[in-house]
């Protein structure tokens, strides 16, 4: 997707260990997001970021935490990987708070499988 | 709750039919209502938006429609290919309290979209 760019793209880890994704923007905008996507779920928000330094939880932030040091880098860790955080991962980002208009955009999602 | 959710999870069409994806939310604040579109191993992409203040929007071969009164938004897509194969999600904006700019969009779980040739 032009602008955003998740990596890695998949990724399998064990069980314990501490995951670190990376998103990157070229678009200087200012909000971020995280979301999990899963099967019966839909989208679920983890962690967003509305300027540097600036995160705050979303609905399922039990065991990941984030940092944002720079405008275009958005981090989300998972702390200590566990089989419940096998999903897909998708970065999206937005210019307005509210996502209006033209809502967010989103990356290609990075595939994390906890064995 | 704050749930936006979906009346069909699938629907399959003859390739140059009309489509219509429905889909139902629950909370009367929402004030800003968005479409995507996710091809398989892809993510979600932006189809079309609506501001609460409107109740039709078209774009190409595709028109939003929202209903306040009764909760409920829906997506057309007309002469639908093959290639608009994929999985639709409706998501709504609520603006939260105390002048934050932002929102929370929320997602519906999406509707498989299968268009046969």
């Known amino acids: 997707d032009a602008g955003i760019t998740q990596s890695p793209r998949h990724k399998v880890t064990e069980t314990g260990t501490p995951v670190t994704l990376r998103c990157h923007q070229t678009e200087n905008h200012r909000y971020m997001y995280w979301y999990r996507q899963d099967p019966g779920h839909g989208l679920r928000l983890i962690h967003y970021?509305?300027?540097?330094?600036?995160?705050d939880k979303g609905e399922v932030s039990d065991g990941y935490s984030v940092s944002r040091s720079k405008t275009e880098d958005f981090l989300l860790t998972l702390e200590s990987a566990t089989s419940s955080q096998t999903s897909v991962y998708f970065c999206?980002?937005?210019?307005?708070?509210?996502?209006?208009?033209?809502?967010?955009?989103f990356g290609s999602g990075t595939r994390l499988t906890v064995v | 709750g704050e749930s936006v959710g979906l009346h069909l999870p699938t629907l399959s069409v003859q390739e140059g039919d009309n489509s219509i994806i429905n889909c139902a939310y629950s909370n009367s604040a929402s004030d800003y209502f968005i479409w995507y579109k996710q091809e398989s191993g892809k993510g979600p992409q932006f189809i079309i938006d609506?501001?609460?203040?409107?109740d039709k929007r078209q774009g190409q071969r595709v028109t939003v429609l929202l209903n306040k009164t009764v909760k409920h938004l829906s997506l057309q897509i007309a002469a639908t290919q093959p290639g608009d194969s994929a999985v639709y999600f409706c998501a709504e904006n609520f603006p939260l309290t105390g002048g934050t700019s932002y929102g929370k969009l929320t997602f519906g779980q999406g509707t498989i979209l299968t268009v046969h040739p």
């Open positions: 970021s509305y300027g540097v330094k600036d995160t």
């Open positions: 609506i501001r609460s203040n409107m």
């Open positions: 999206a980002i937005s210019e307005s708070g509210t996502g209006a208009p033209g809502g967010y955009t």
